[in-house]
């Protein structure tokens, strides 16, 4: 048996742990580095043509978990960037496309605007809000990332958008309008709503939006929660209206009583007076609340309580014209 010196024993103590060292050194080179994984992130899928300034557009979204539609109107002149107009439907919205396109003449009236306009496709009863959870007759519906974060980029890419940004709608889309732009103040620089209600925490504004998901077998716990959950009051427009200042803004309601388009040219004379009468008398209540609130906190508005009108298509394509000189002051037009 031979004896090591400590000295030498201290040697081979080195060289072991070098060797050892150098070994591991090695191994790390053939193991593979476990790296974060990025966010998916929305893409756009195909671009369908409708006419040659009239396009249907299919978003990859991650957030809402399938492929989304929209259809984007073009400005007759795309020879520089412009900005967007984003059109919300009402309860009634489905996949079939956009009642801006078919009811609101929305095709004729941006014939000659230099914007690009984007019409959302589907979102029945949806408040194009984020639910907490899917819904199982609604289904998943994350709207407000979607149109808030994942699409704007995409048009912005792919339509030469110049970043402004303005939303309008109808109905539940007009609450939806105005719920999108306190809640996304960087995106929109200005916000029209058509005969909508903004109050999701009293009892009134909380009972409408059930009735309006319930309309559809969907159930509004799966949107915001239980009545008392957070979320209801994080989504009330009144409650946060001063998340609406500095936006160019324009609401309107009629009274509800029958005008100059409950007629016997109107198919649907009757039903707007029978339905649409009580229904717009409510959200003329509602637009009141609001304009009220935006004047005690000084910020400006354009408000048209109309004397006469229903909750009516008619009507709201009327509204769209008469909403253009805020949105286009908004959009710097």
Same mark, same amino acid.
């Given at each position: 048996?031979?004896?090591?010196?400590?000295?030498?024993?201290?040697?081979?103590?080195?060289?072991?742990?070098?060797?050892?060292?150098?070994?591991?050194?090695?191994?790390?080179?053939?193991?593979?580095?476990?790296?974060?994984?990025?966010?998916?992130?929305?893409?756009?899928?195909?671009?369908? $043509?409708?006419? +040659?300034?009239?396009? !249907?557009?299919? &978003?990859?979204?991650?957030? %809402? #978990?399938?492929?989304?539609?929209?259809?984007?109107?073009?400005?007759?002149?795309?020879?520089?960037?412009?900005?967007?107009?984003?059109?919300?439907?009402?309860?009634?919205?489905?996949?079939?496309?956009?009642?801006?396109?078919?009811?609101?003449?929305?095709?004729?009236?941006?014939?000659?605007?230099?914007?690009?306009?984007?019409?959302?496709?589907?979102?029945?009863?949806?408040?194009?809000?984020?639910?907490?959870?899917?819904?199982?007759?609604?289904?998943?519906?994350?709207?407000?990332?979607?149109?808030?974060?994942?699409?704007?980029?995409?048009?912005? $890419?792919?339509? +030469?958008?110049?970043? !402004?940004?303005? &939303?309008?709608?109808?109905? %539940? #889309?007009?609450?939806?309008?105005?719920?999108?732009?306190?809640?996304?103040?960087?995106?929109?620089?200005?916000?029209?709503?058509?005969?909508?209600?903004?109050?999701?925490?009293?009892?009134?504004?909380?009972?409408?939006?059930?009735?309006?998901?319930?309309?559809?077998?969907?159930?509004?716990?799966?949107?915001?929660?239980?009545?008392?959950?957070?979320?209801?009051?994080?989504?009330?427009?009144?409650?946060?209206?001063?998340?609406?200042?500095?936006?160019?803004?324009?609401?309107?309601?009629?009274?509800?009583?029958?005008?100059?388009?409950?007629?016997?040219?109107?198919? +649907?004379?009757?039903?707007?007076?029978?339905?649409?009468?009580?229904?717009?008398?409510?959200?003329?209540?509602?637009?009141?609340?609001?304009?009220?609130?935006?004047?005690?906190?000084?910020?400006?508005?354009?408000?048209?309580?109309?004397?006469?009108?229903?909750?009516?298509?008619?009507?709201?394509?009327?509204?769209?014209?008469?909403?253009?000189?805020?949105?286009?002051?908004?959009?710097?037009?």
């Amino acid at each position: 048996m031979t004896c090591m010196t400590p000295g030498r024993r201290s040697r081979v103590r080195s060289r072991a742990s070098a060797v050892v060292a150098a070994i591991a050194a090695v191994t790390m080179l053939f193991v593979p580095v476990q790296h974060a994984s990025a966010a998916p992130v929305a893409t756009i899928d195909r671009v369908e $043509s409708i006419t +040659d300034r009239w396009v !249907r557009v299919f &978003v990859d979204s991650p957030a %809402m #978990g399938s492929v989304v539609e929209v259809q984007v109107l073009h400005p007759k002149n795309r020879s520089t960037p412009r900005p967007t107009v984003y059109l919300l439907d009402g309860r009634s919205a489905d996949s079939s496309g956009s009642h801006w396109t078919d009811r609101g003449g929305a095709v004729e009236f941006f014939a000659d605007k230099d914007v690009n306009v984007v019409m959302t496709v589907g979102g029945t009863a949806s408040y194009y809000t984020d639910w907490q959870r899917a819904d199982p007759t609604l289904g998943t519906y994350r709207w407000e990332t979607f149109l808030t974060k994942e699409l704007p980029p995409l048009i912005d $890419s792919a339509f +030469d958008g110049n970043g !402004r940004n303005a &939303v309008a709608g109808i109905s %539940m #889309g007009a609450q939806a309008a105005m719920m999108l732009a306190f809640r996304a103040p960087q995106v929109y620089s200005a916000v029209a709503s058509y005969s909508g209600c903004y109050s999701t925490t009293d009892d009134l504004g909380q009972a409408q939006m059930r009735l309006v998901v319930a309309s559809f077998r969907g159930d509004a716990d799966n949107m915001f929660g239980p009545p008392t959950d957070p979320e209801w009051a994080a989504h009330d427009v009144i409650g946060n209206a001063d998340g609406l200042r500095g936006k160019a803004i324009y609401i309107s309601a009629g009274s509800g009583l029958p005008g100059p388009f409950e007629n016997l040219a109107n198919p +649907d004379a009757l039903n707007s007076v029978l339905f649409g009468g009580p229904i717009e008398a409510i959200t003329n209540q509602c637009t009141q609340q609001l304009a009220g609130r935006l004047a005690e906190l000084g910020i400006p508005a354009t408000v048209n309580h109309r004397p006469v009108g229903t909750h009516s298509w008619p009507y709201w394509t009327q509204e769209l014209a008469n909403s253009w000189p805020t949105l286009a002051a908004g959009l710097g037009q």
